[in-house]
């Protein structure tokens, strides 16, 4: 097994990046390993080709030499490309490997972290190697670029077997093929659900997606632990738990991913989110005639839509989709009930910085993983909508916690 923490991502989800688990480095037994996922996309997929015959990766003789990716076209000519290929090689390599390419000019490196498939650095990938590159890449995926932190396990040694008690939730699992088109034309990519009603995560599986990779064989909500699908004969069990699934459809190459219920999120800075809220249903909308910032029914304008700037590690500002200038911001008053508006985006403005949480909904109105906004400026002080209204046109306060569903949120990436 890998006995450090590797964060796969587009950021370190530790405070200090990447840390060894058990205080061991490379060769040290450790439970399972710690992954933050960050791929937003694999190029080609949903376009229902490959990577075989959709980008480049006409032969899967020697990654390190990049064959059939030529510097003029394929995948490394995009910054996505790129991406795919980095996430390719993280997945396949261990981490003491790093393989380089020279793009107009520019010469890029690509280093291994888990180390799947060593083999194919300079050899062929076989369909064993194209399996369990596959799943761990599929596992990776969040098509929103909410980057959050998992807890993988697989029967594949380098991930291996056991549960942590700070990621409880069962997502669920991936399989399938990424690098060939089956019989109907798509890209076999799978996933299954781990659990009923699991709080889900934007960009995440069971989610509200645009252009997901990958489906589920066996129908919206289909789980893994249904009858007929995953096997988990012989996997280890955890407080009577099984720590995963051994097959999936016939795919012996199984990643079993596993989620914390709160966590800090990261997200991309050029993704437009719309806010929604859990109790009313209604969007965070500016009227851009004035400062005021409302609910209102979501119709998909930019003035209700949002993007997440990072200031620190822990606080954001939260930017208008149709003026990035103007951000939204407390206004200080009283001991409870702080108005909101927008305004000008200012480093000095402590009143725009904004805290961000998750938490699990658990009832059967409120299923999913949702978020929750606090000022940085003045504690305790939560973005709601005021008296659980339904109605258009209610303008946001932040106050205490309740904790109630009208300060609870959605977010969904704009199409």
């Known amino acids: 097994m890998i006995g450090v923490l590797s964060c796969l991502g587009l950021v370190a989800l530790t405070a200090s990046g990447c840390t060894p688990e058990s205080g061991g480095g490379q060769g040290l037994s450790s439970e399972a390993l710690v992954q933050g996922n960050g791929l937003v996309t694999i190029n080609g997929l949903s376009m229902f080709n490959g990577l075989a015959s959709g980008n480049g990766l006409s032969s899967f003789n020697g990654l390190a030499s990049f064959n059939g990716l030529a510097a003029t076209n394929g995948l490394l000519t995009t910054a996505d490309g790129r991406n795919t290929v980095a996430y390719l090689v993280r997945c396949a390599l261990p981490a003491d490997r790093t393989i380089s390419k020279t793009v107009d000019g520019t010469t890029y490196k690509f280093a291994g972290s888990i180390g799947l498939a060593p083999e194919w650095e300079t050899g062929a990938c076989d369909r064993d190697c194209q399996e369990k590159v596959s799943a761990c890449m599929l596992a990776l995926v969040n098509t929103t670029g909410v980057h959050v932190p998992l807890w993988l396990t697989s029967s594949i040694p380098e991930i291996g077997w056991g549960q942590k008690s700070s990621y409880p939730d069962l997502e669920g699992a991936f399989f399938g093929n990424i690098f060939v088109t089956d019989a109907s034309g798509k890209v076999p990519a799978y996933f ?175 299923y999913g993983q949702f978020f929750k906004f606090y000022s940085a400026a003045i504690s305790g002080r939560y973005l709601e909508v005021p008296l659980q209204s339904d109605s258009n046109g209610t303008g946001l306060t932040a106050d205490d916690y309740g904790p109630q569903d009208n300060e609870l949120w959605r977010l969904s990436v704009a199409p």
């Open 192 to 366: 299954c659900e781990g659990e009923n009603h699991l709080g889900l995560v934007p960009g995440r599986i069971g989610a509200d997606q645009t252009n997901s990779p990958y489906r589920n064989p066996w129908g919206n909500g289909g789980l893994c632990g249904g009858a007929g699908h995953c096997d988990a004969t012989g996997v280890p069990s955890t407080n009577g738990r099984p720590d995963g699934y051994a097959s999936c459809q016939g795919y012996p190459h199984v990643v079993t991913v596993w989620r914390s219920g709160s966590f800090q999120p990261k997200f991309e800075p050029t993704t437009k989110y719309s806010i929604k809220n859990v109790h009313s249903g209604k969007v965070i909308d500016w009227d851009k005639a004035s400062s005021f910032v409302q609910q209102w029914t979501n119709y998909g304008s930019d003035n209700q839509l949002w993007k997440f700037v990072a200031v620190d590690s822990s606080t954001v500002r939260i930017a208008s989709s149709a003026n990035e200038t103007r951000c939204l911001e407390m206004v200080p008053g009283g001991n409870h009930d702080s108005t909101i508006h927008v305004a000008t985006c200012a480093a000095s403005s402590k009143n725009q910085l904004w805290n961000v949480a998750t938490t699990n909904g658990r009832k059967p109105e409120t």
